[in-house]
């Protein structure tokens, strides 16, 4: 194991402990998509999908996993980023003895550990509340589609960072960029439908509905199409390409 990946391990278990120690940071990262899951899911309990006899649940419950990820993984990322930056705390870093790209791997490991924790606590309670659980043959696809969408909005999250230039407007900016098109994308209601034409072509270009749409396909047999992973691939690409650019260490 090289020095850079020793330090970089080093970071995602310092940046772990800074995460839970923080109560309220974690519980609400934790609980937000939780609550989510539990309102809207037991108004949505023993209903179907219209003209099918799949429960809307069963489609709700991936929707709500898309849903946290973005949130671990884009929103926290992005927000922290720039107040990390915003406060000087990058431009420190910069003088210290860790290797930028050391840090930068240490963060980027540990929201992907916590993103997958909430996706593993959103799964659980979503099968022991609702019975929603993966098809037989869709696990790959869903560990694959967790995966590729955690390295996704995390890129977008490191992104979106870069623009943000007060911490005061973090929070909002890293929302307002993402819950808009989660809504329409029928992230929170399965049954959401009735966009027009212009609108749901558009709304399809975005990652949300592809990550929505790949985890929903694991839960159960829906409209899907290499389009979604092919989408997210590219907004991957553009969010590192876009941070390489843009990305600083100082306000």
């Not at 930068?104 to 022991?128: D, E, P, Q």
């Not at 809504?183 to 072509?201: A, E, K, N, Q, R």
């Not at 558009?202 to 694991?218: D, H, T, Y």
Request: glycine residues 10%; hydrophobic residues 55%.
């Amino acid at each position: 194991m090289t020095r850079a990946v020793r330090l970089a391990a080093r970071q995602a278990l310092l940046e772990q402990r800074s995460f839970w120690r923080s109560a309220e940071y974690a519980l609400f990262t934790f609980a937000f998509p939780l609550m989510i899951l539990l309102l809207i899911g037991a108004a949505n309990v023993g209903s179907r999908l219209p003209g099918t006899d799949i429960k809307n649940t069963t489609v709700f419950v991936p929707g709500i996993l898309a849903f946290g990820v973005i949130v671990a993984a884009y929103v926290n990322l992005g927000s922290k980023m720039a107040v990390l930056r915003h406060d000087g705390v990058l431009k420190r870093l910069r003088t210290t003895p860790l290797p930028s790209g050391a840090y930068l791997g240490g963060l980027l490991v540990s929201t992907i550990a916590t993103a997958i924790l909430i996706a593993a606590a959103t799964g659980l309670i979503g099968a022991l509340a609702f019975g929603a659980v993966p098809r037989p043959g869709g696990l790959l696809e869903l560990a694959g589609g967790l995966l590729l969408g955690i390295v996704c909005f995390a890129s977008l999250g490191l992104a979106v960072s870069s623009v943000i230039t007060s911490a005061e407007s973090a929070g909002p900016v890293a929302y307002a960029t993402f819950l808009p098109i989660a809504i329409i994308s029928g992230v929170f209601d399965p049954t959401f439908s009735g966009l027009p034409g212009w609108l749901s072509h558009l709304v399809a270009v975005f990652p949300v509905k592809s990550l929505a749409q790949i985890l929903q396909n694991a839960y159960a047999v829906r409209p899907f199409s290499p389009w979604d992973l092919a989408n997210l691939g590219l907004w991957t690409v553009a969010g590192a390409s876009f941070t390489a650019w843009r990305f600083r260490w100082h306000s």
